[in-house]
Every structure is written in C-alpha cells, then in structure tokens.
Antibody, heavy 121, light 110 residues
Framework: QITLKESGPTLVKPTQTLTLTCTFSGFSLTTSGVGVGWIRQPPGKALEWLAFIYWDDDKRYSPSLKSRLTISKDTFKNQVVLTMTNMDPVDTATYYC?????????????WGQGTLVIVSS | NFMLTQPHSVSESPGKTVTISCTRS????????VQWYQQRPGSAPTTVIYEDDQRPSGVPDRFSGSIDSSSNSASLTISGLKTEDEADYYCHSYDSSNQVFGGGTKLTVL
C-alpha cells in the first residue's frame, strides 16, 4: 500500500533555509504519470500548494513562492526533498507531501501525516 | 493564475442536505477536473470526490459532486447529513502549471 512520511526540523529561525524530506513506499517515481507534491497549512488556515515533481523530473512551483522553493527527487531512496529559503514566521505551518497519479486520477490520493514547522527566533 | 472561492462556513441539521460551492475566478471550470477533500481536525485531507463527480471506494454515496459551466463553479453535495460529516472541505483544481486549493469551508452539523 502507498505511504508517505514527512521529516525535517520542527523549529527554524527566520532567514534560515528549511529542508523537508518526503519518504514514500508503495509506488515508484519512475512510473509514468506519478508525481509527489508539497502542500502546507498554517494553523487554522487553508491548504496552500507549494510544489510538484513528476516522474519525468518536470517540476512546478507556486508562482508566489517560486523564488524560494526547490523540489528534487531521489528515485533510489524513494524520497522527494523540498527546500524553502529565507524562512519567515508566516511560513509556520504543517507541511504535507502527497501522491498524485495523473494516469489514474487527478486528486492527491495519498497524503503523509504532515510535519509542523515553526519559524521563530 | 486562477483562484477557487468557497463559502467560509455552512451549517445544517442532521438528516438534511447541504451544498458547498467552489467558484473558479478565471478559465473554465470544465477545463480541468475538480476534486473535493474532507479534513478533520488534526488529520490530513482525504478525497471525497475526484474528477468532478467520482467517489473513491469507501466514500458513502451521500457525497456527490458536480460542475456548472454557467456559474463557473463546482459543488459538493452531502445528503442525509451525519454528525461525523462535520469537518473542513476543500476544493482543488489545476491548470497546465499550477495546483490550486480553495479557501476551505467549515461544515457544522447541529
């Protein structure tokens, strides 16, 4: 079965760079149509899409955050890594990674449990 | 880039029917599929409707989805409301470059 799990620091200081890792199982990021996305949710607020990487290494970013984000994959380790530079307290949120297979259906059908990141000095 | 607008909150009594709307700001609602997610406090979202009107296995047929090109919006309808349906609901769509989530609707069943 498909599982995803986010990992990374709980606390980062303003201006620092955040690195989050999504470790997954049950699928391969070499399979046509498959991708992994990152979505965040500030406390009490809405979901916000951040980035997405496809099986063919095509990468897409939220226009409002594009300059701060980098997404990459390691197909051997079954991991997707997101980096976000110049962190600010407004970036405090739960960060989720999620699976999507556009060859099957168009939703994010499997999500990780999320990891809370707090930005504070 | 487009936006998806949802009502902030809706409330209805158990056994009744409620509809949550999701309006696309630009581009046709029919040009890309719409998904709906349910999120309970402290949990990750789960899909209740994908590709406008498809229900994943395990989702009761009390949940249904539709799109309306005349209003450029999608709707999630929940009939026979149960207290367990109380949650936040998010619509989701995309274009060639971006994924977009609506602002979420808090459903209260009272």
């Amino acid at each position: 079965q498909i599982t995803l799990k986010e990992s990374g620091p709980t606390l980062v200081k303003p201006t620092q760079t955040l690195t989050l890792t999504c470790t997954f199982s049950g699928f391969s990021l070499t399979t046509s149509g498959v991708g992994v996305g990152w979505i965040r949710q500030p406390p009490g607020k809405a979901l916000e899409w951040l980035a997405f990487i496809y099986w063919d290494d095509d990468k897409r970013y939220s226009p409002s955050l594009k300059s701060r984000l980098t997404i990459s994959k390691d197909t051997f380790k079954n991991q997707v890594v997101l980096t976000m530079t110049n962190m600010d307290p407004v970036d405090t949120a739960t960060y989720y990674c999620a699976h999507r297979n556009i060859g099957a259906r168009h939703d994010f059908d499997y999500w990780g449990q999320g990891t809370l990141v707090i930005v504070s000095s | 880039n487009f936006m998806l607008t949802q009502p902030h909150s809706v409330s209805e009594s158990p056994g009744k029917t409620v509809t949550i709307s999701c309006t696309r700001s630009s581009g046709s609602i029919a040009s890309n599929f719409v998904q709906w997610y349910q999120q309970r406090p402290g949990s990750a979202p789960t899909t209740v409707i994908y590709e406008d009107d498809q229900r994943p296995s395990g989702v009761p047929d009390r949940f249904s989805g539709s799109i309306d090109s005349s209003s450029n919006s999608a709707s999630l309808t929940i009939s026979g409301l149960k207290t367990e349906d109380e949650a936040d609901y998010y619509c989701h769509s995309y274009d060639s470059s971006n994924q977009v989530f609506g602002g979420g609707t808090k459903l209260t069943v009272l």
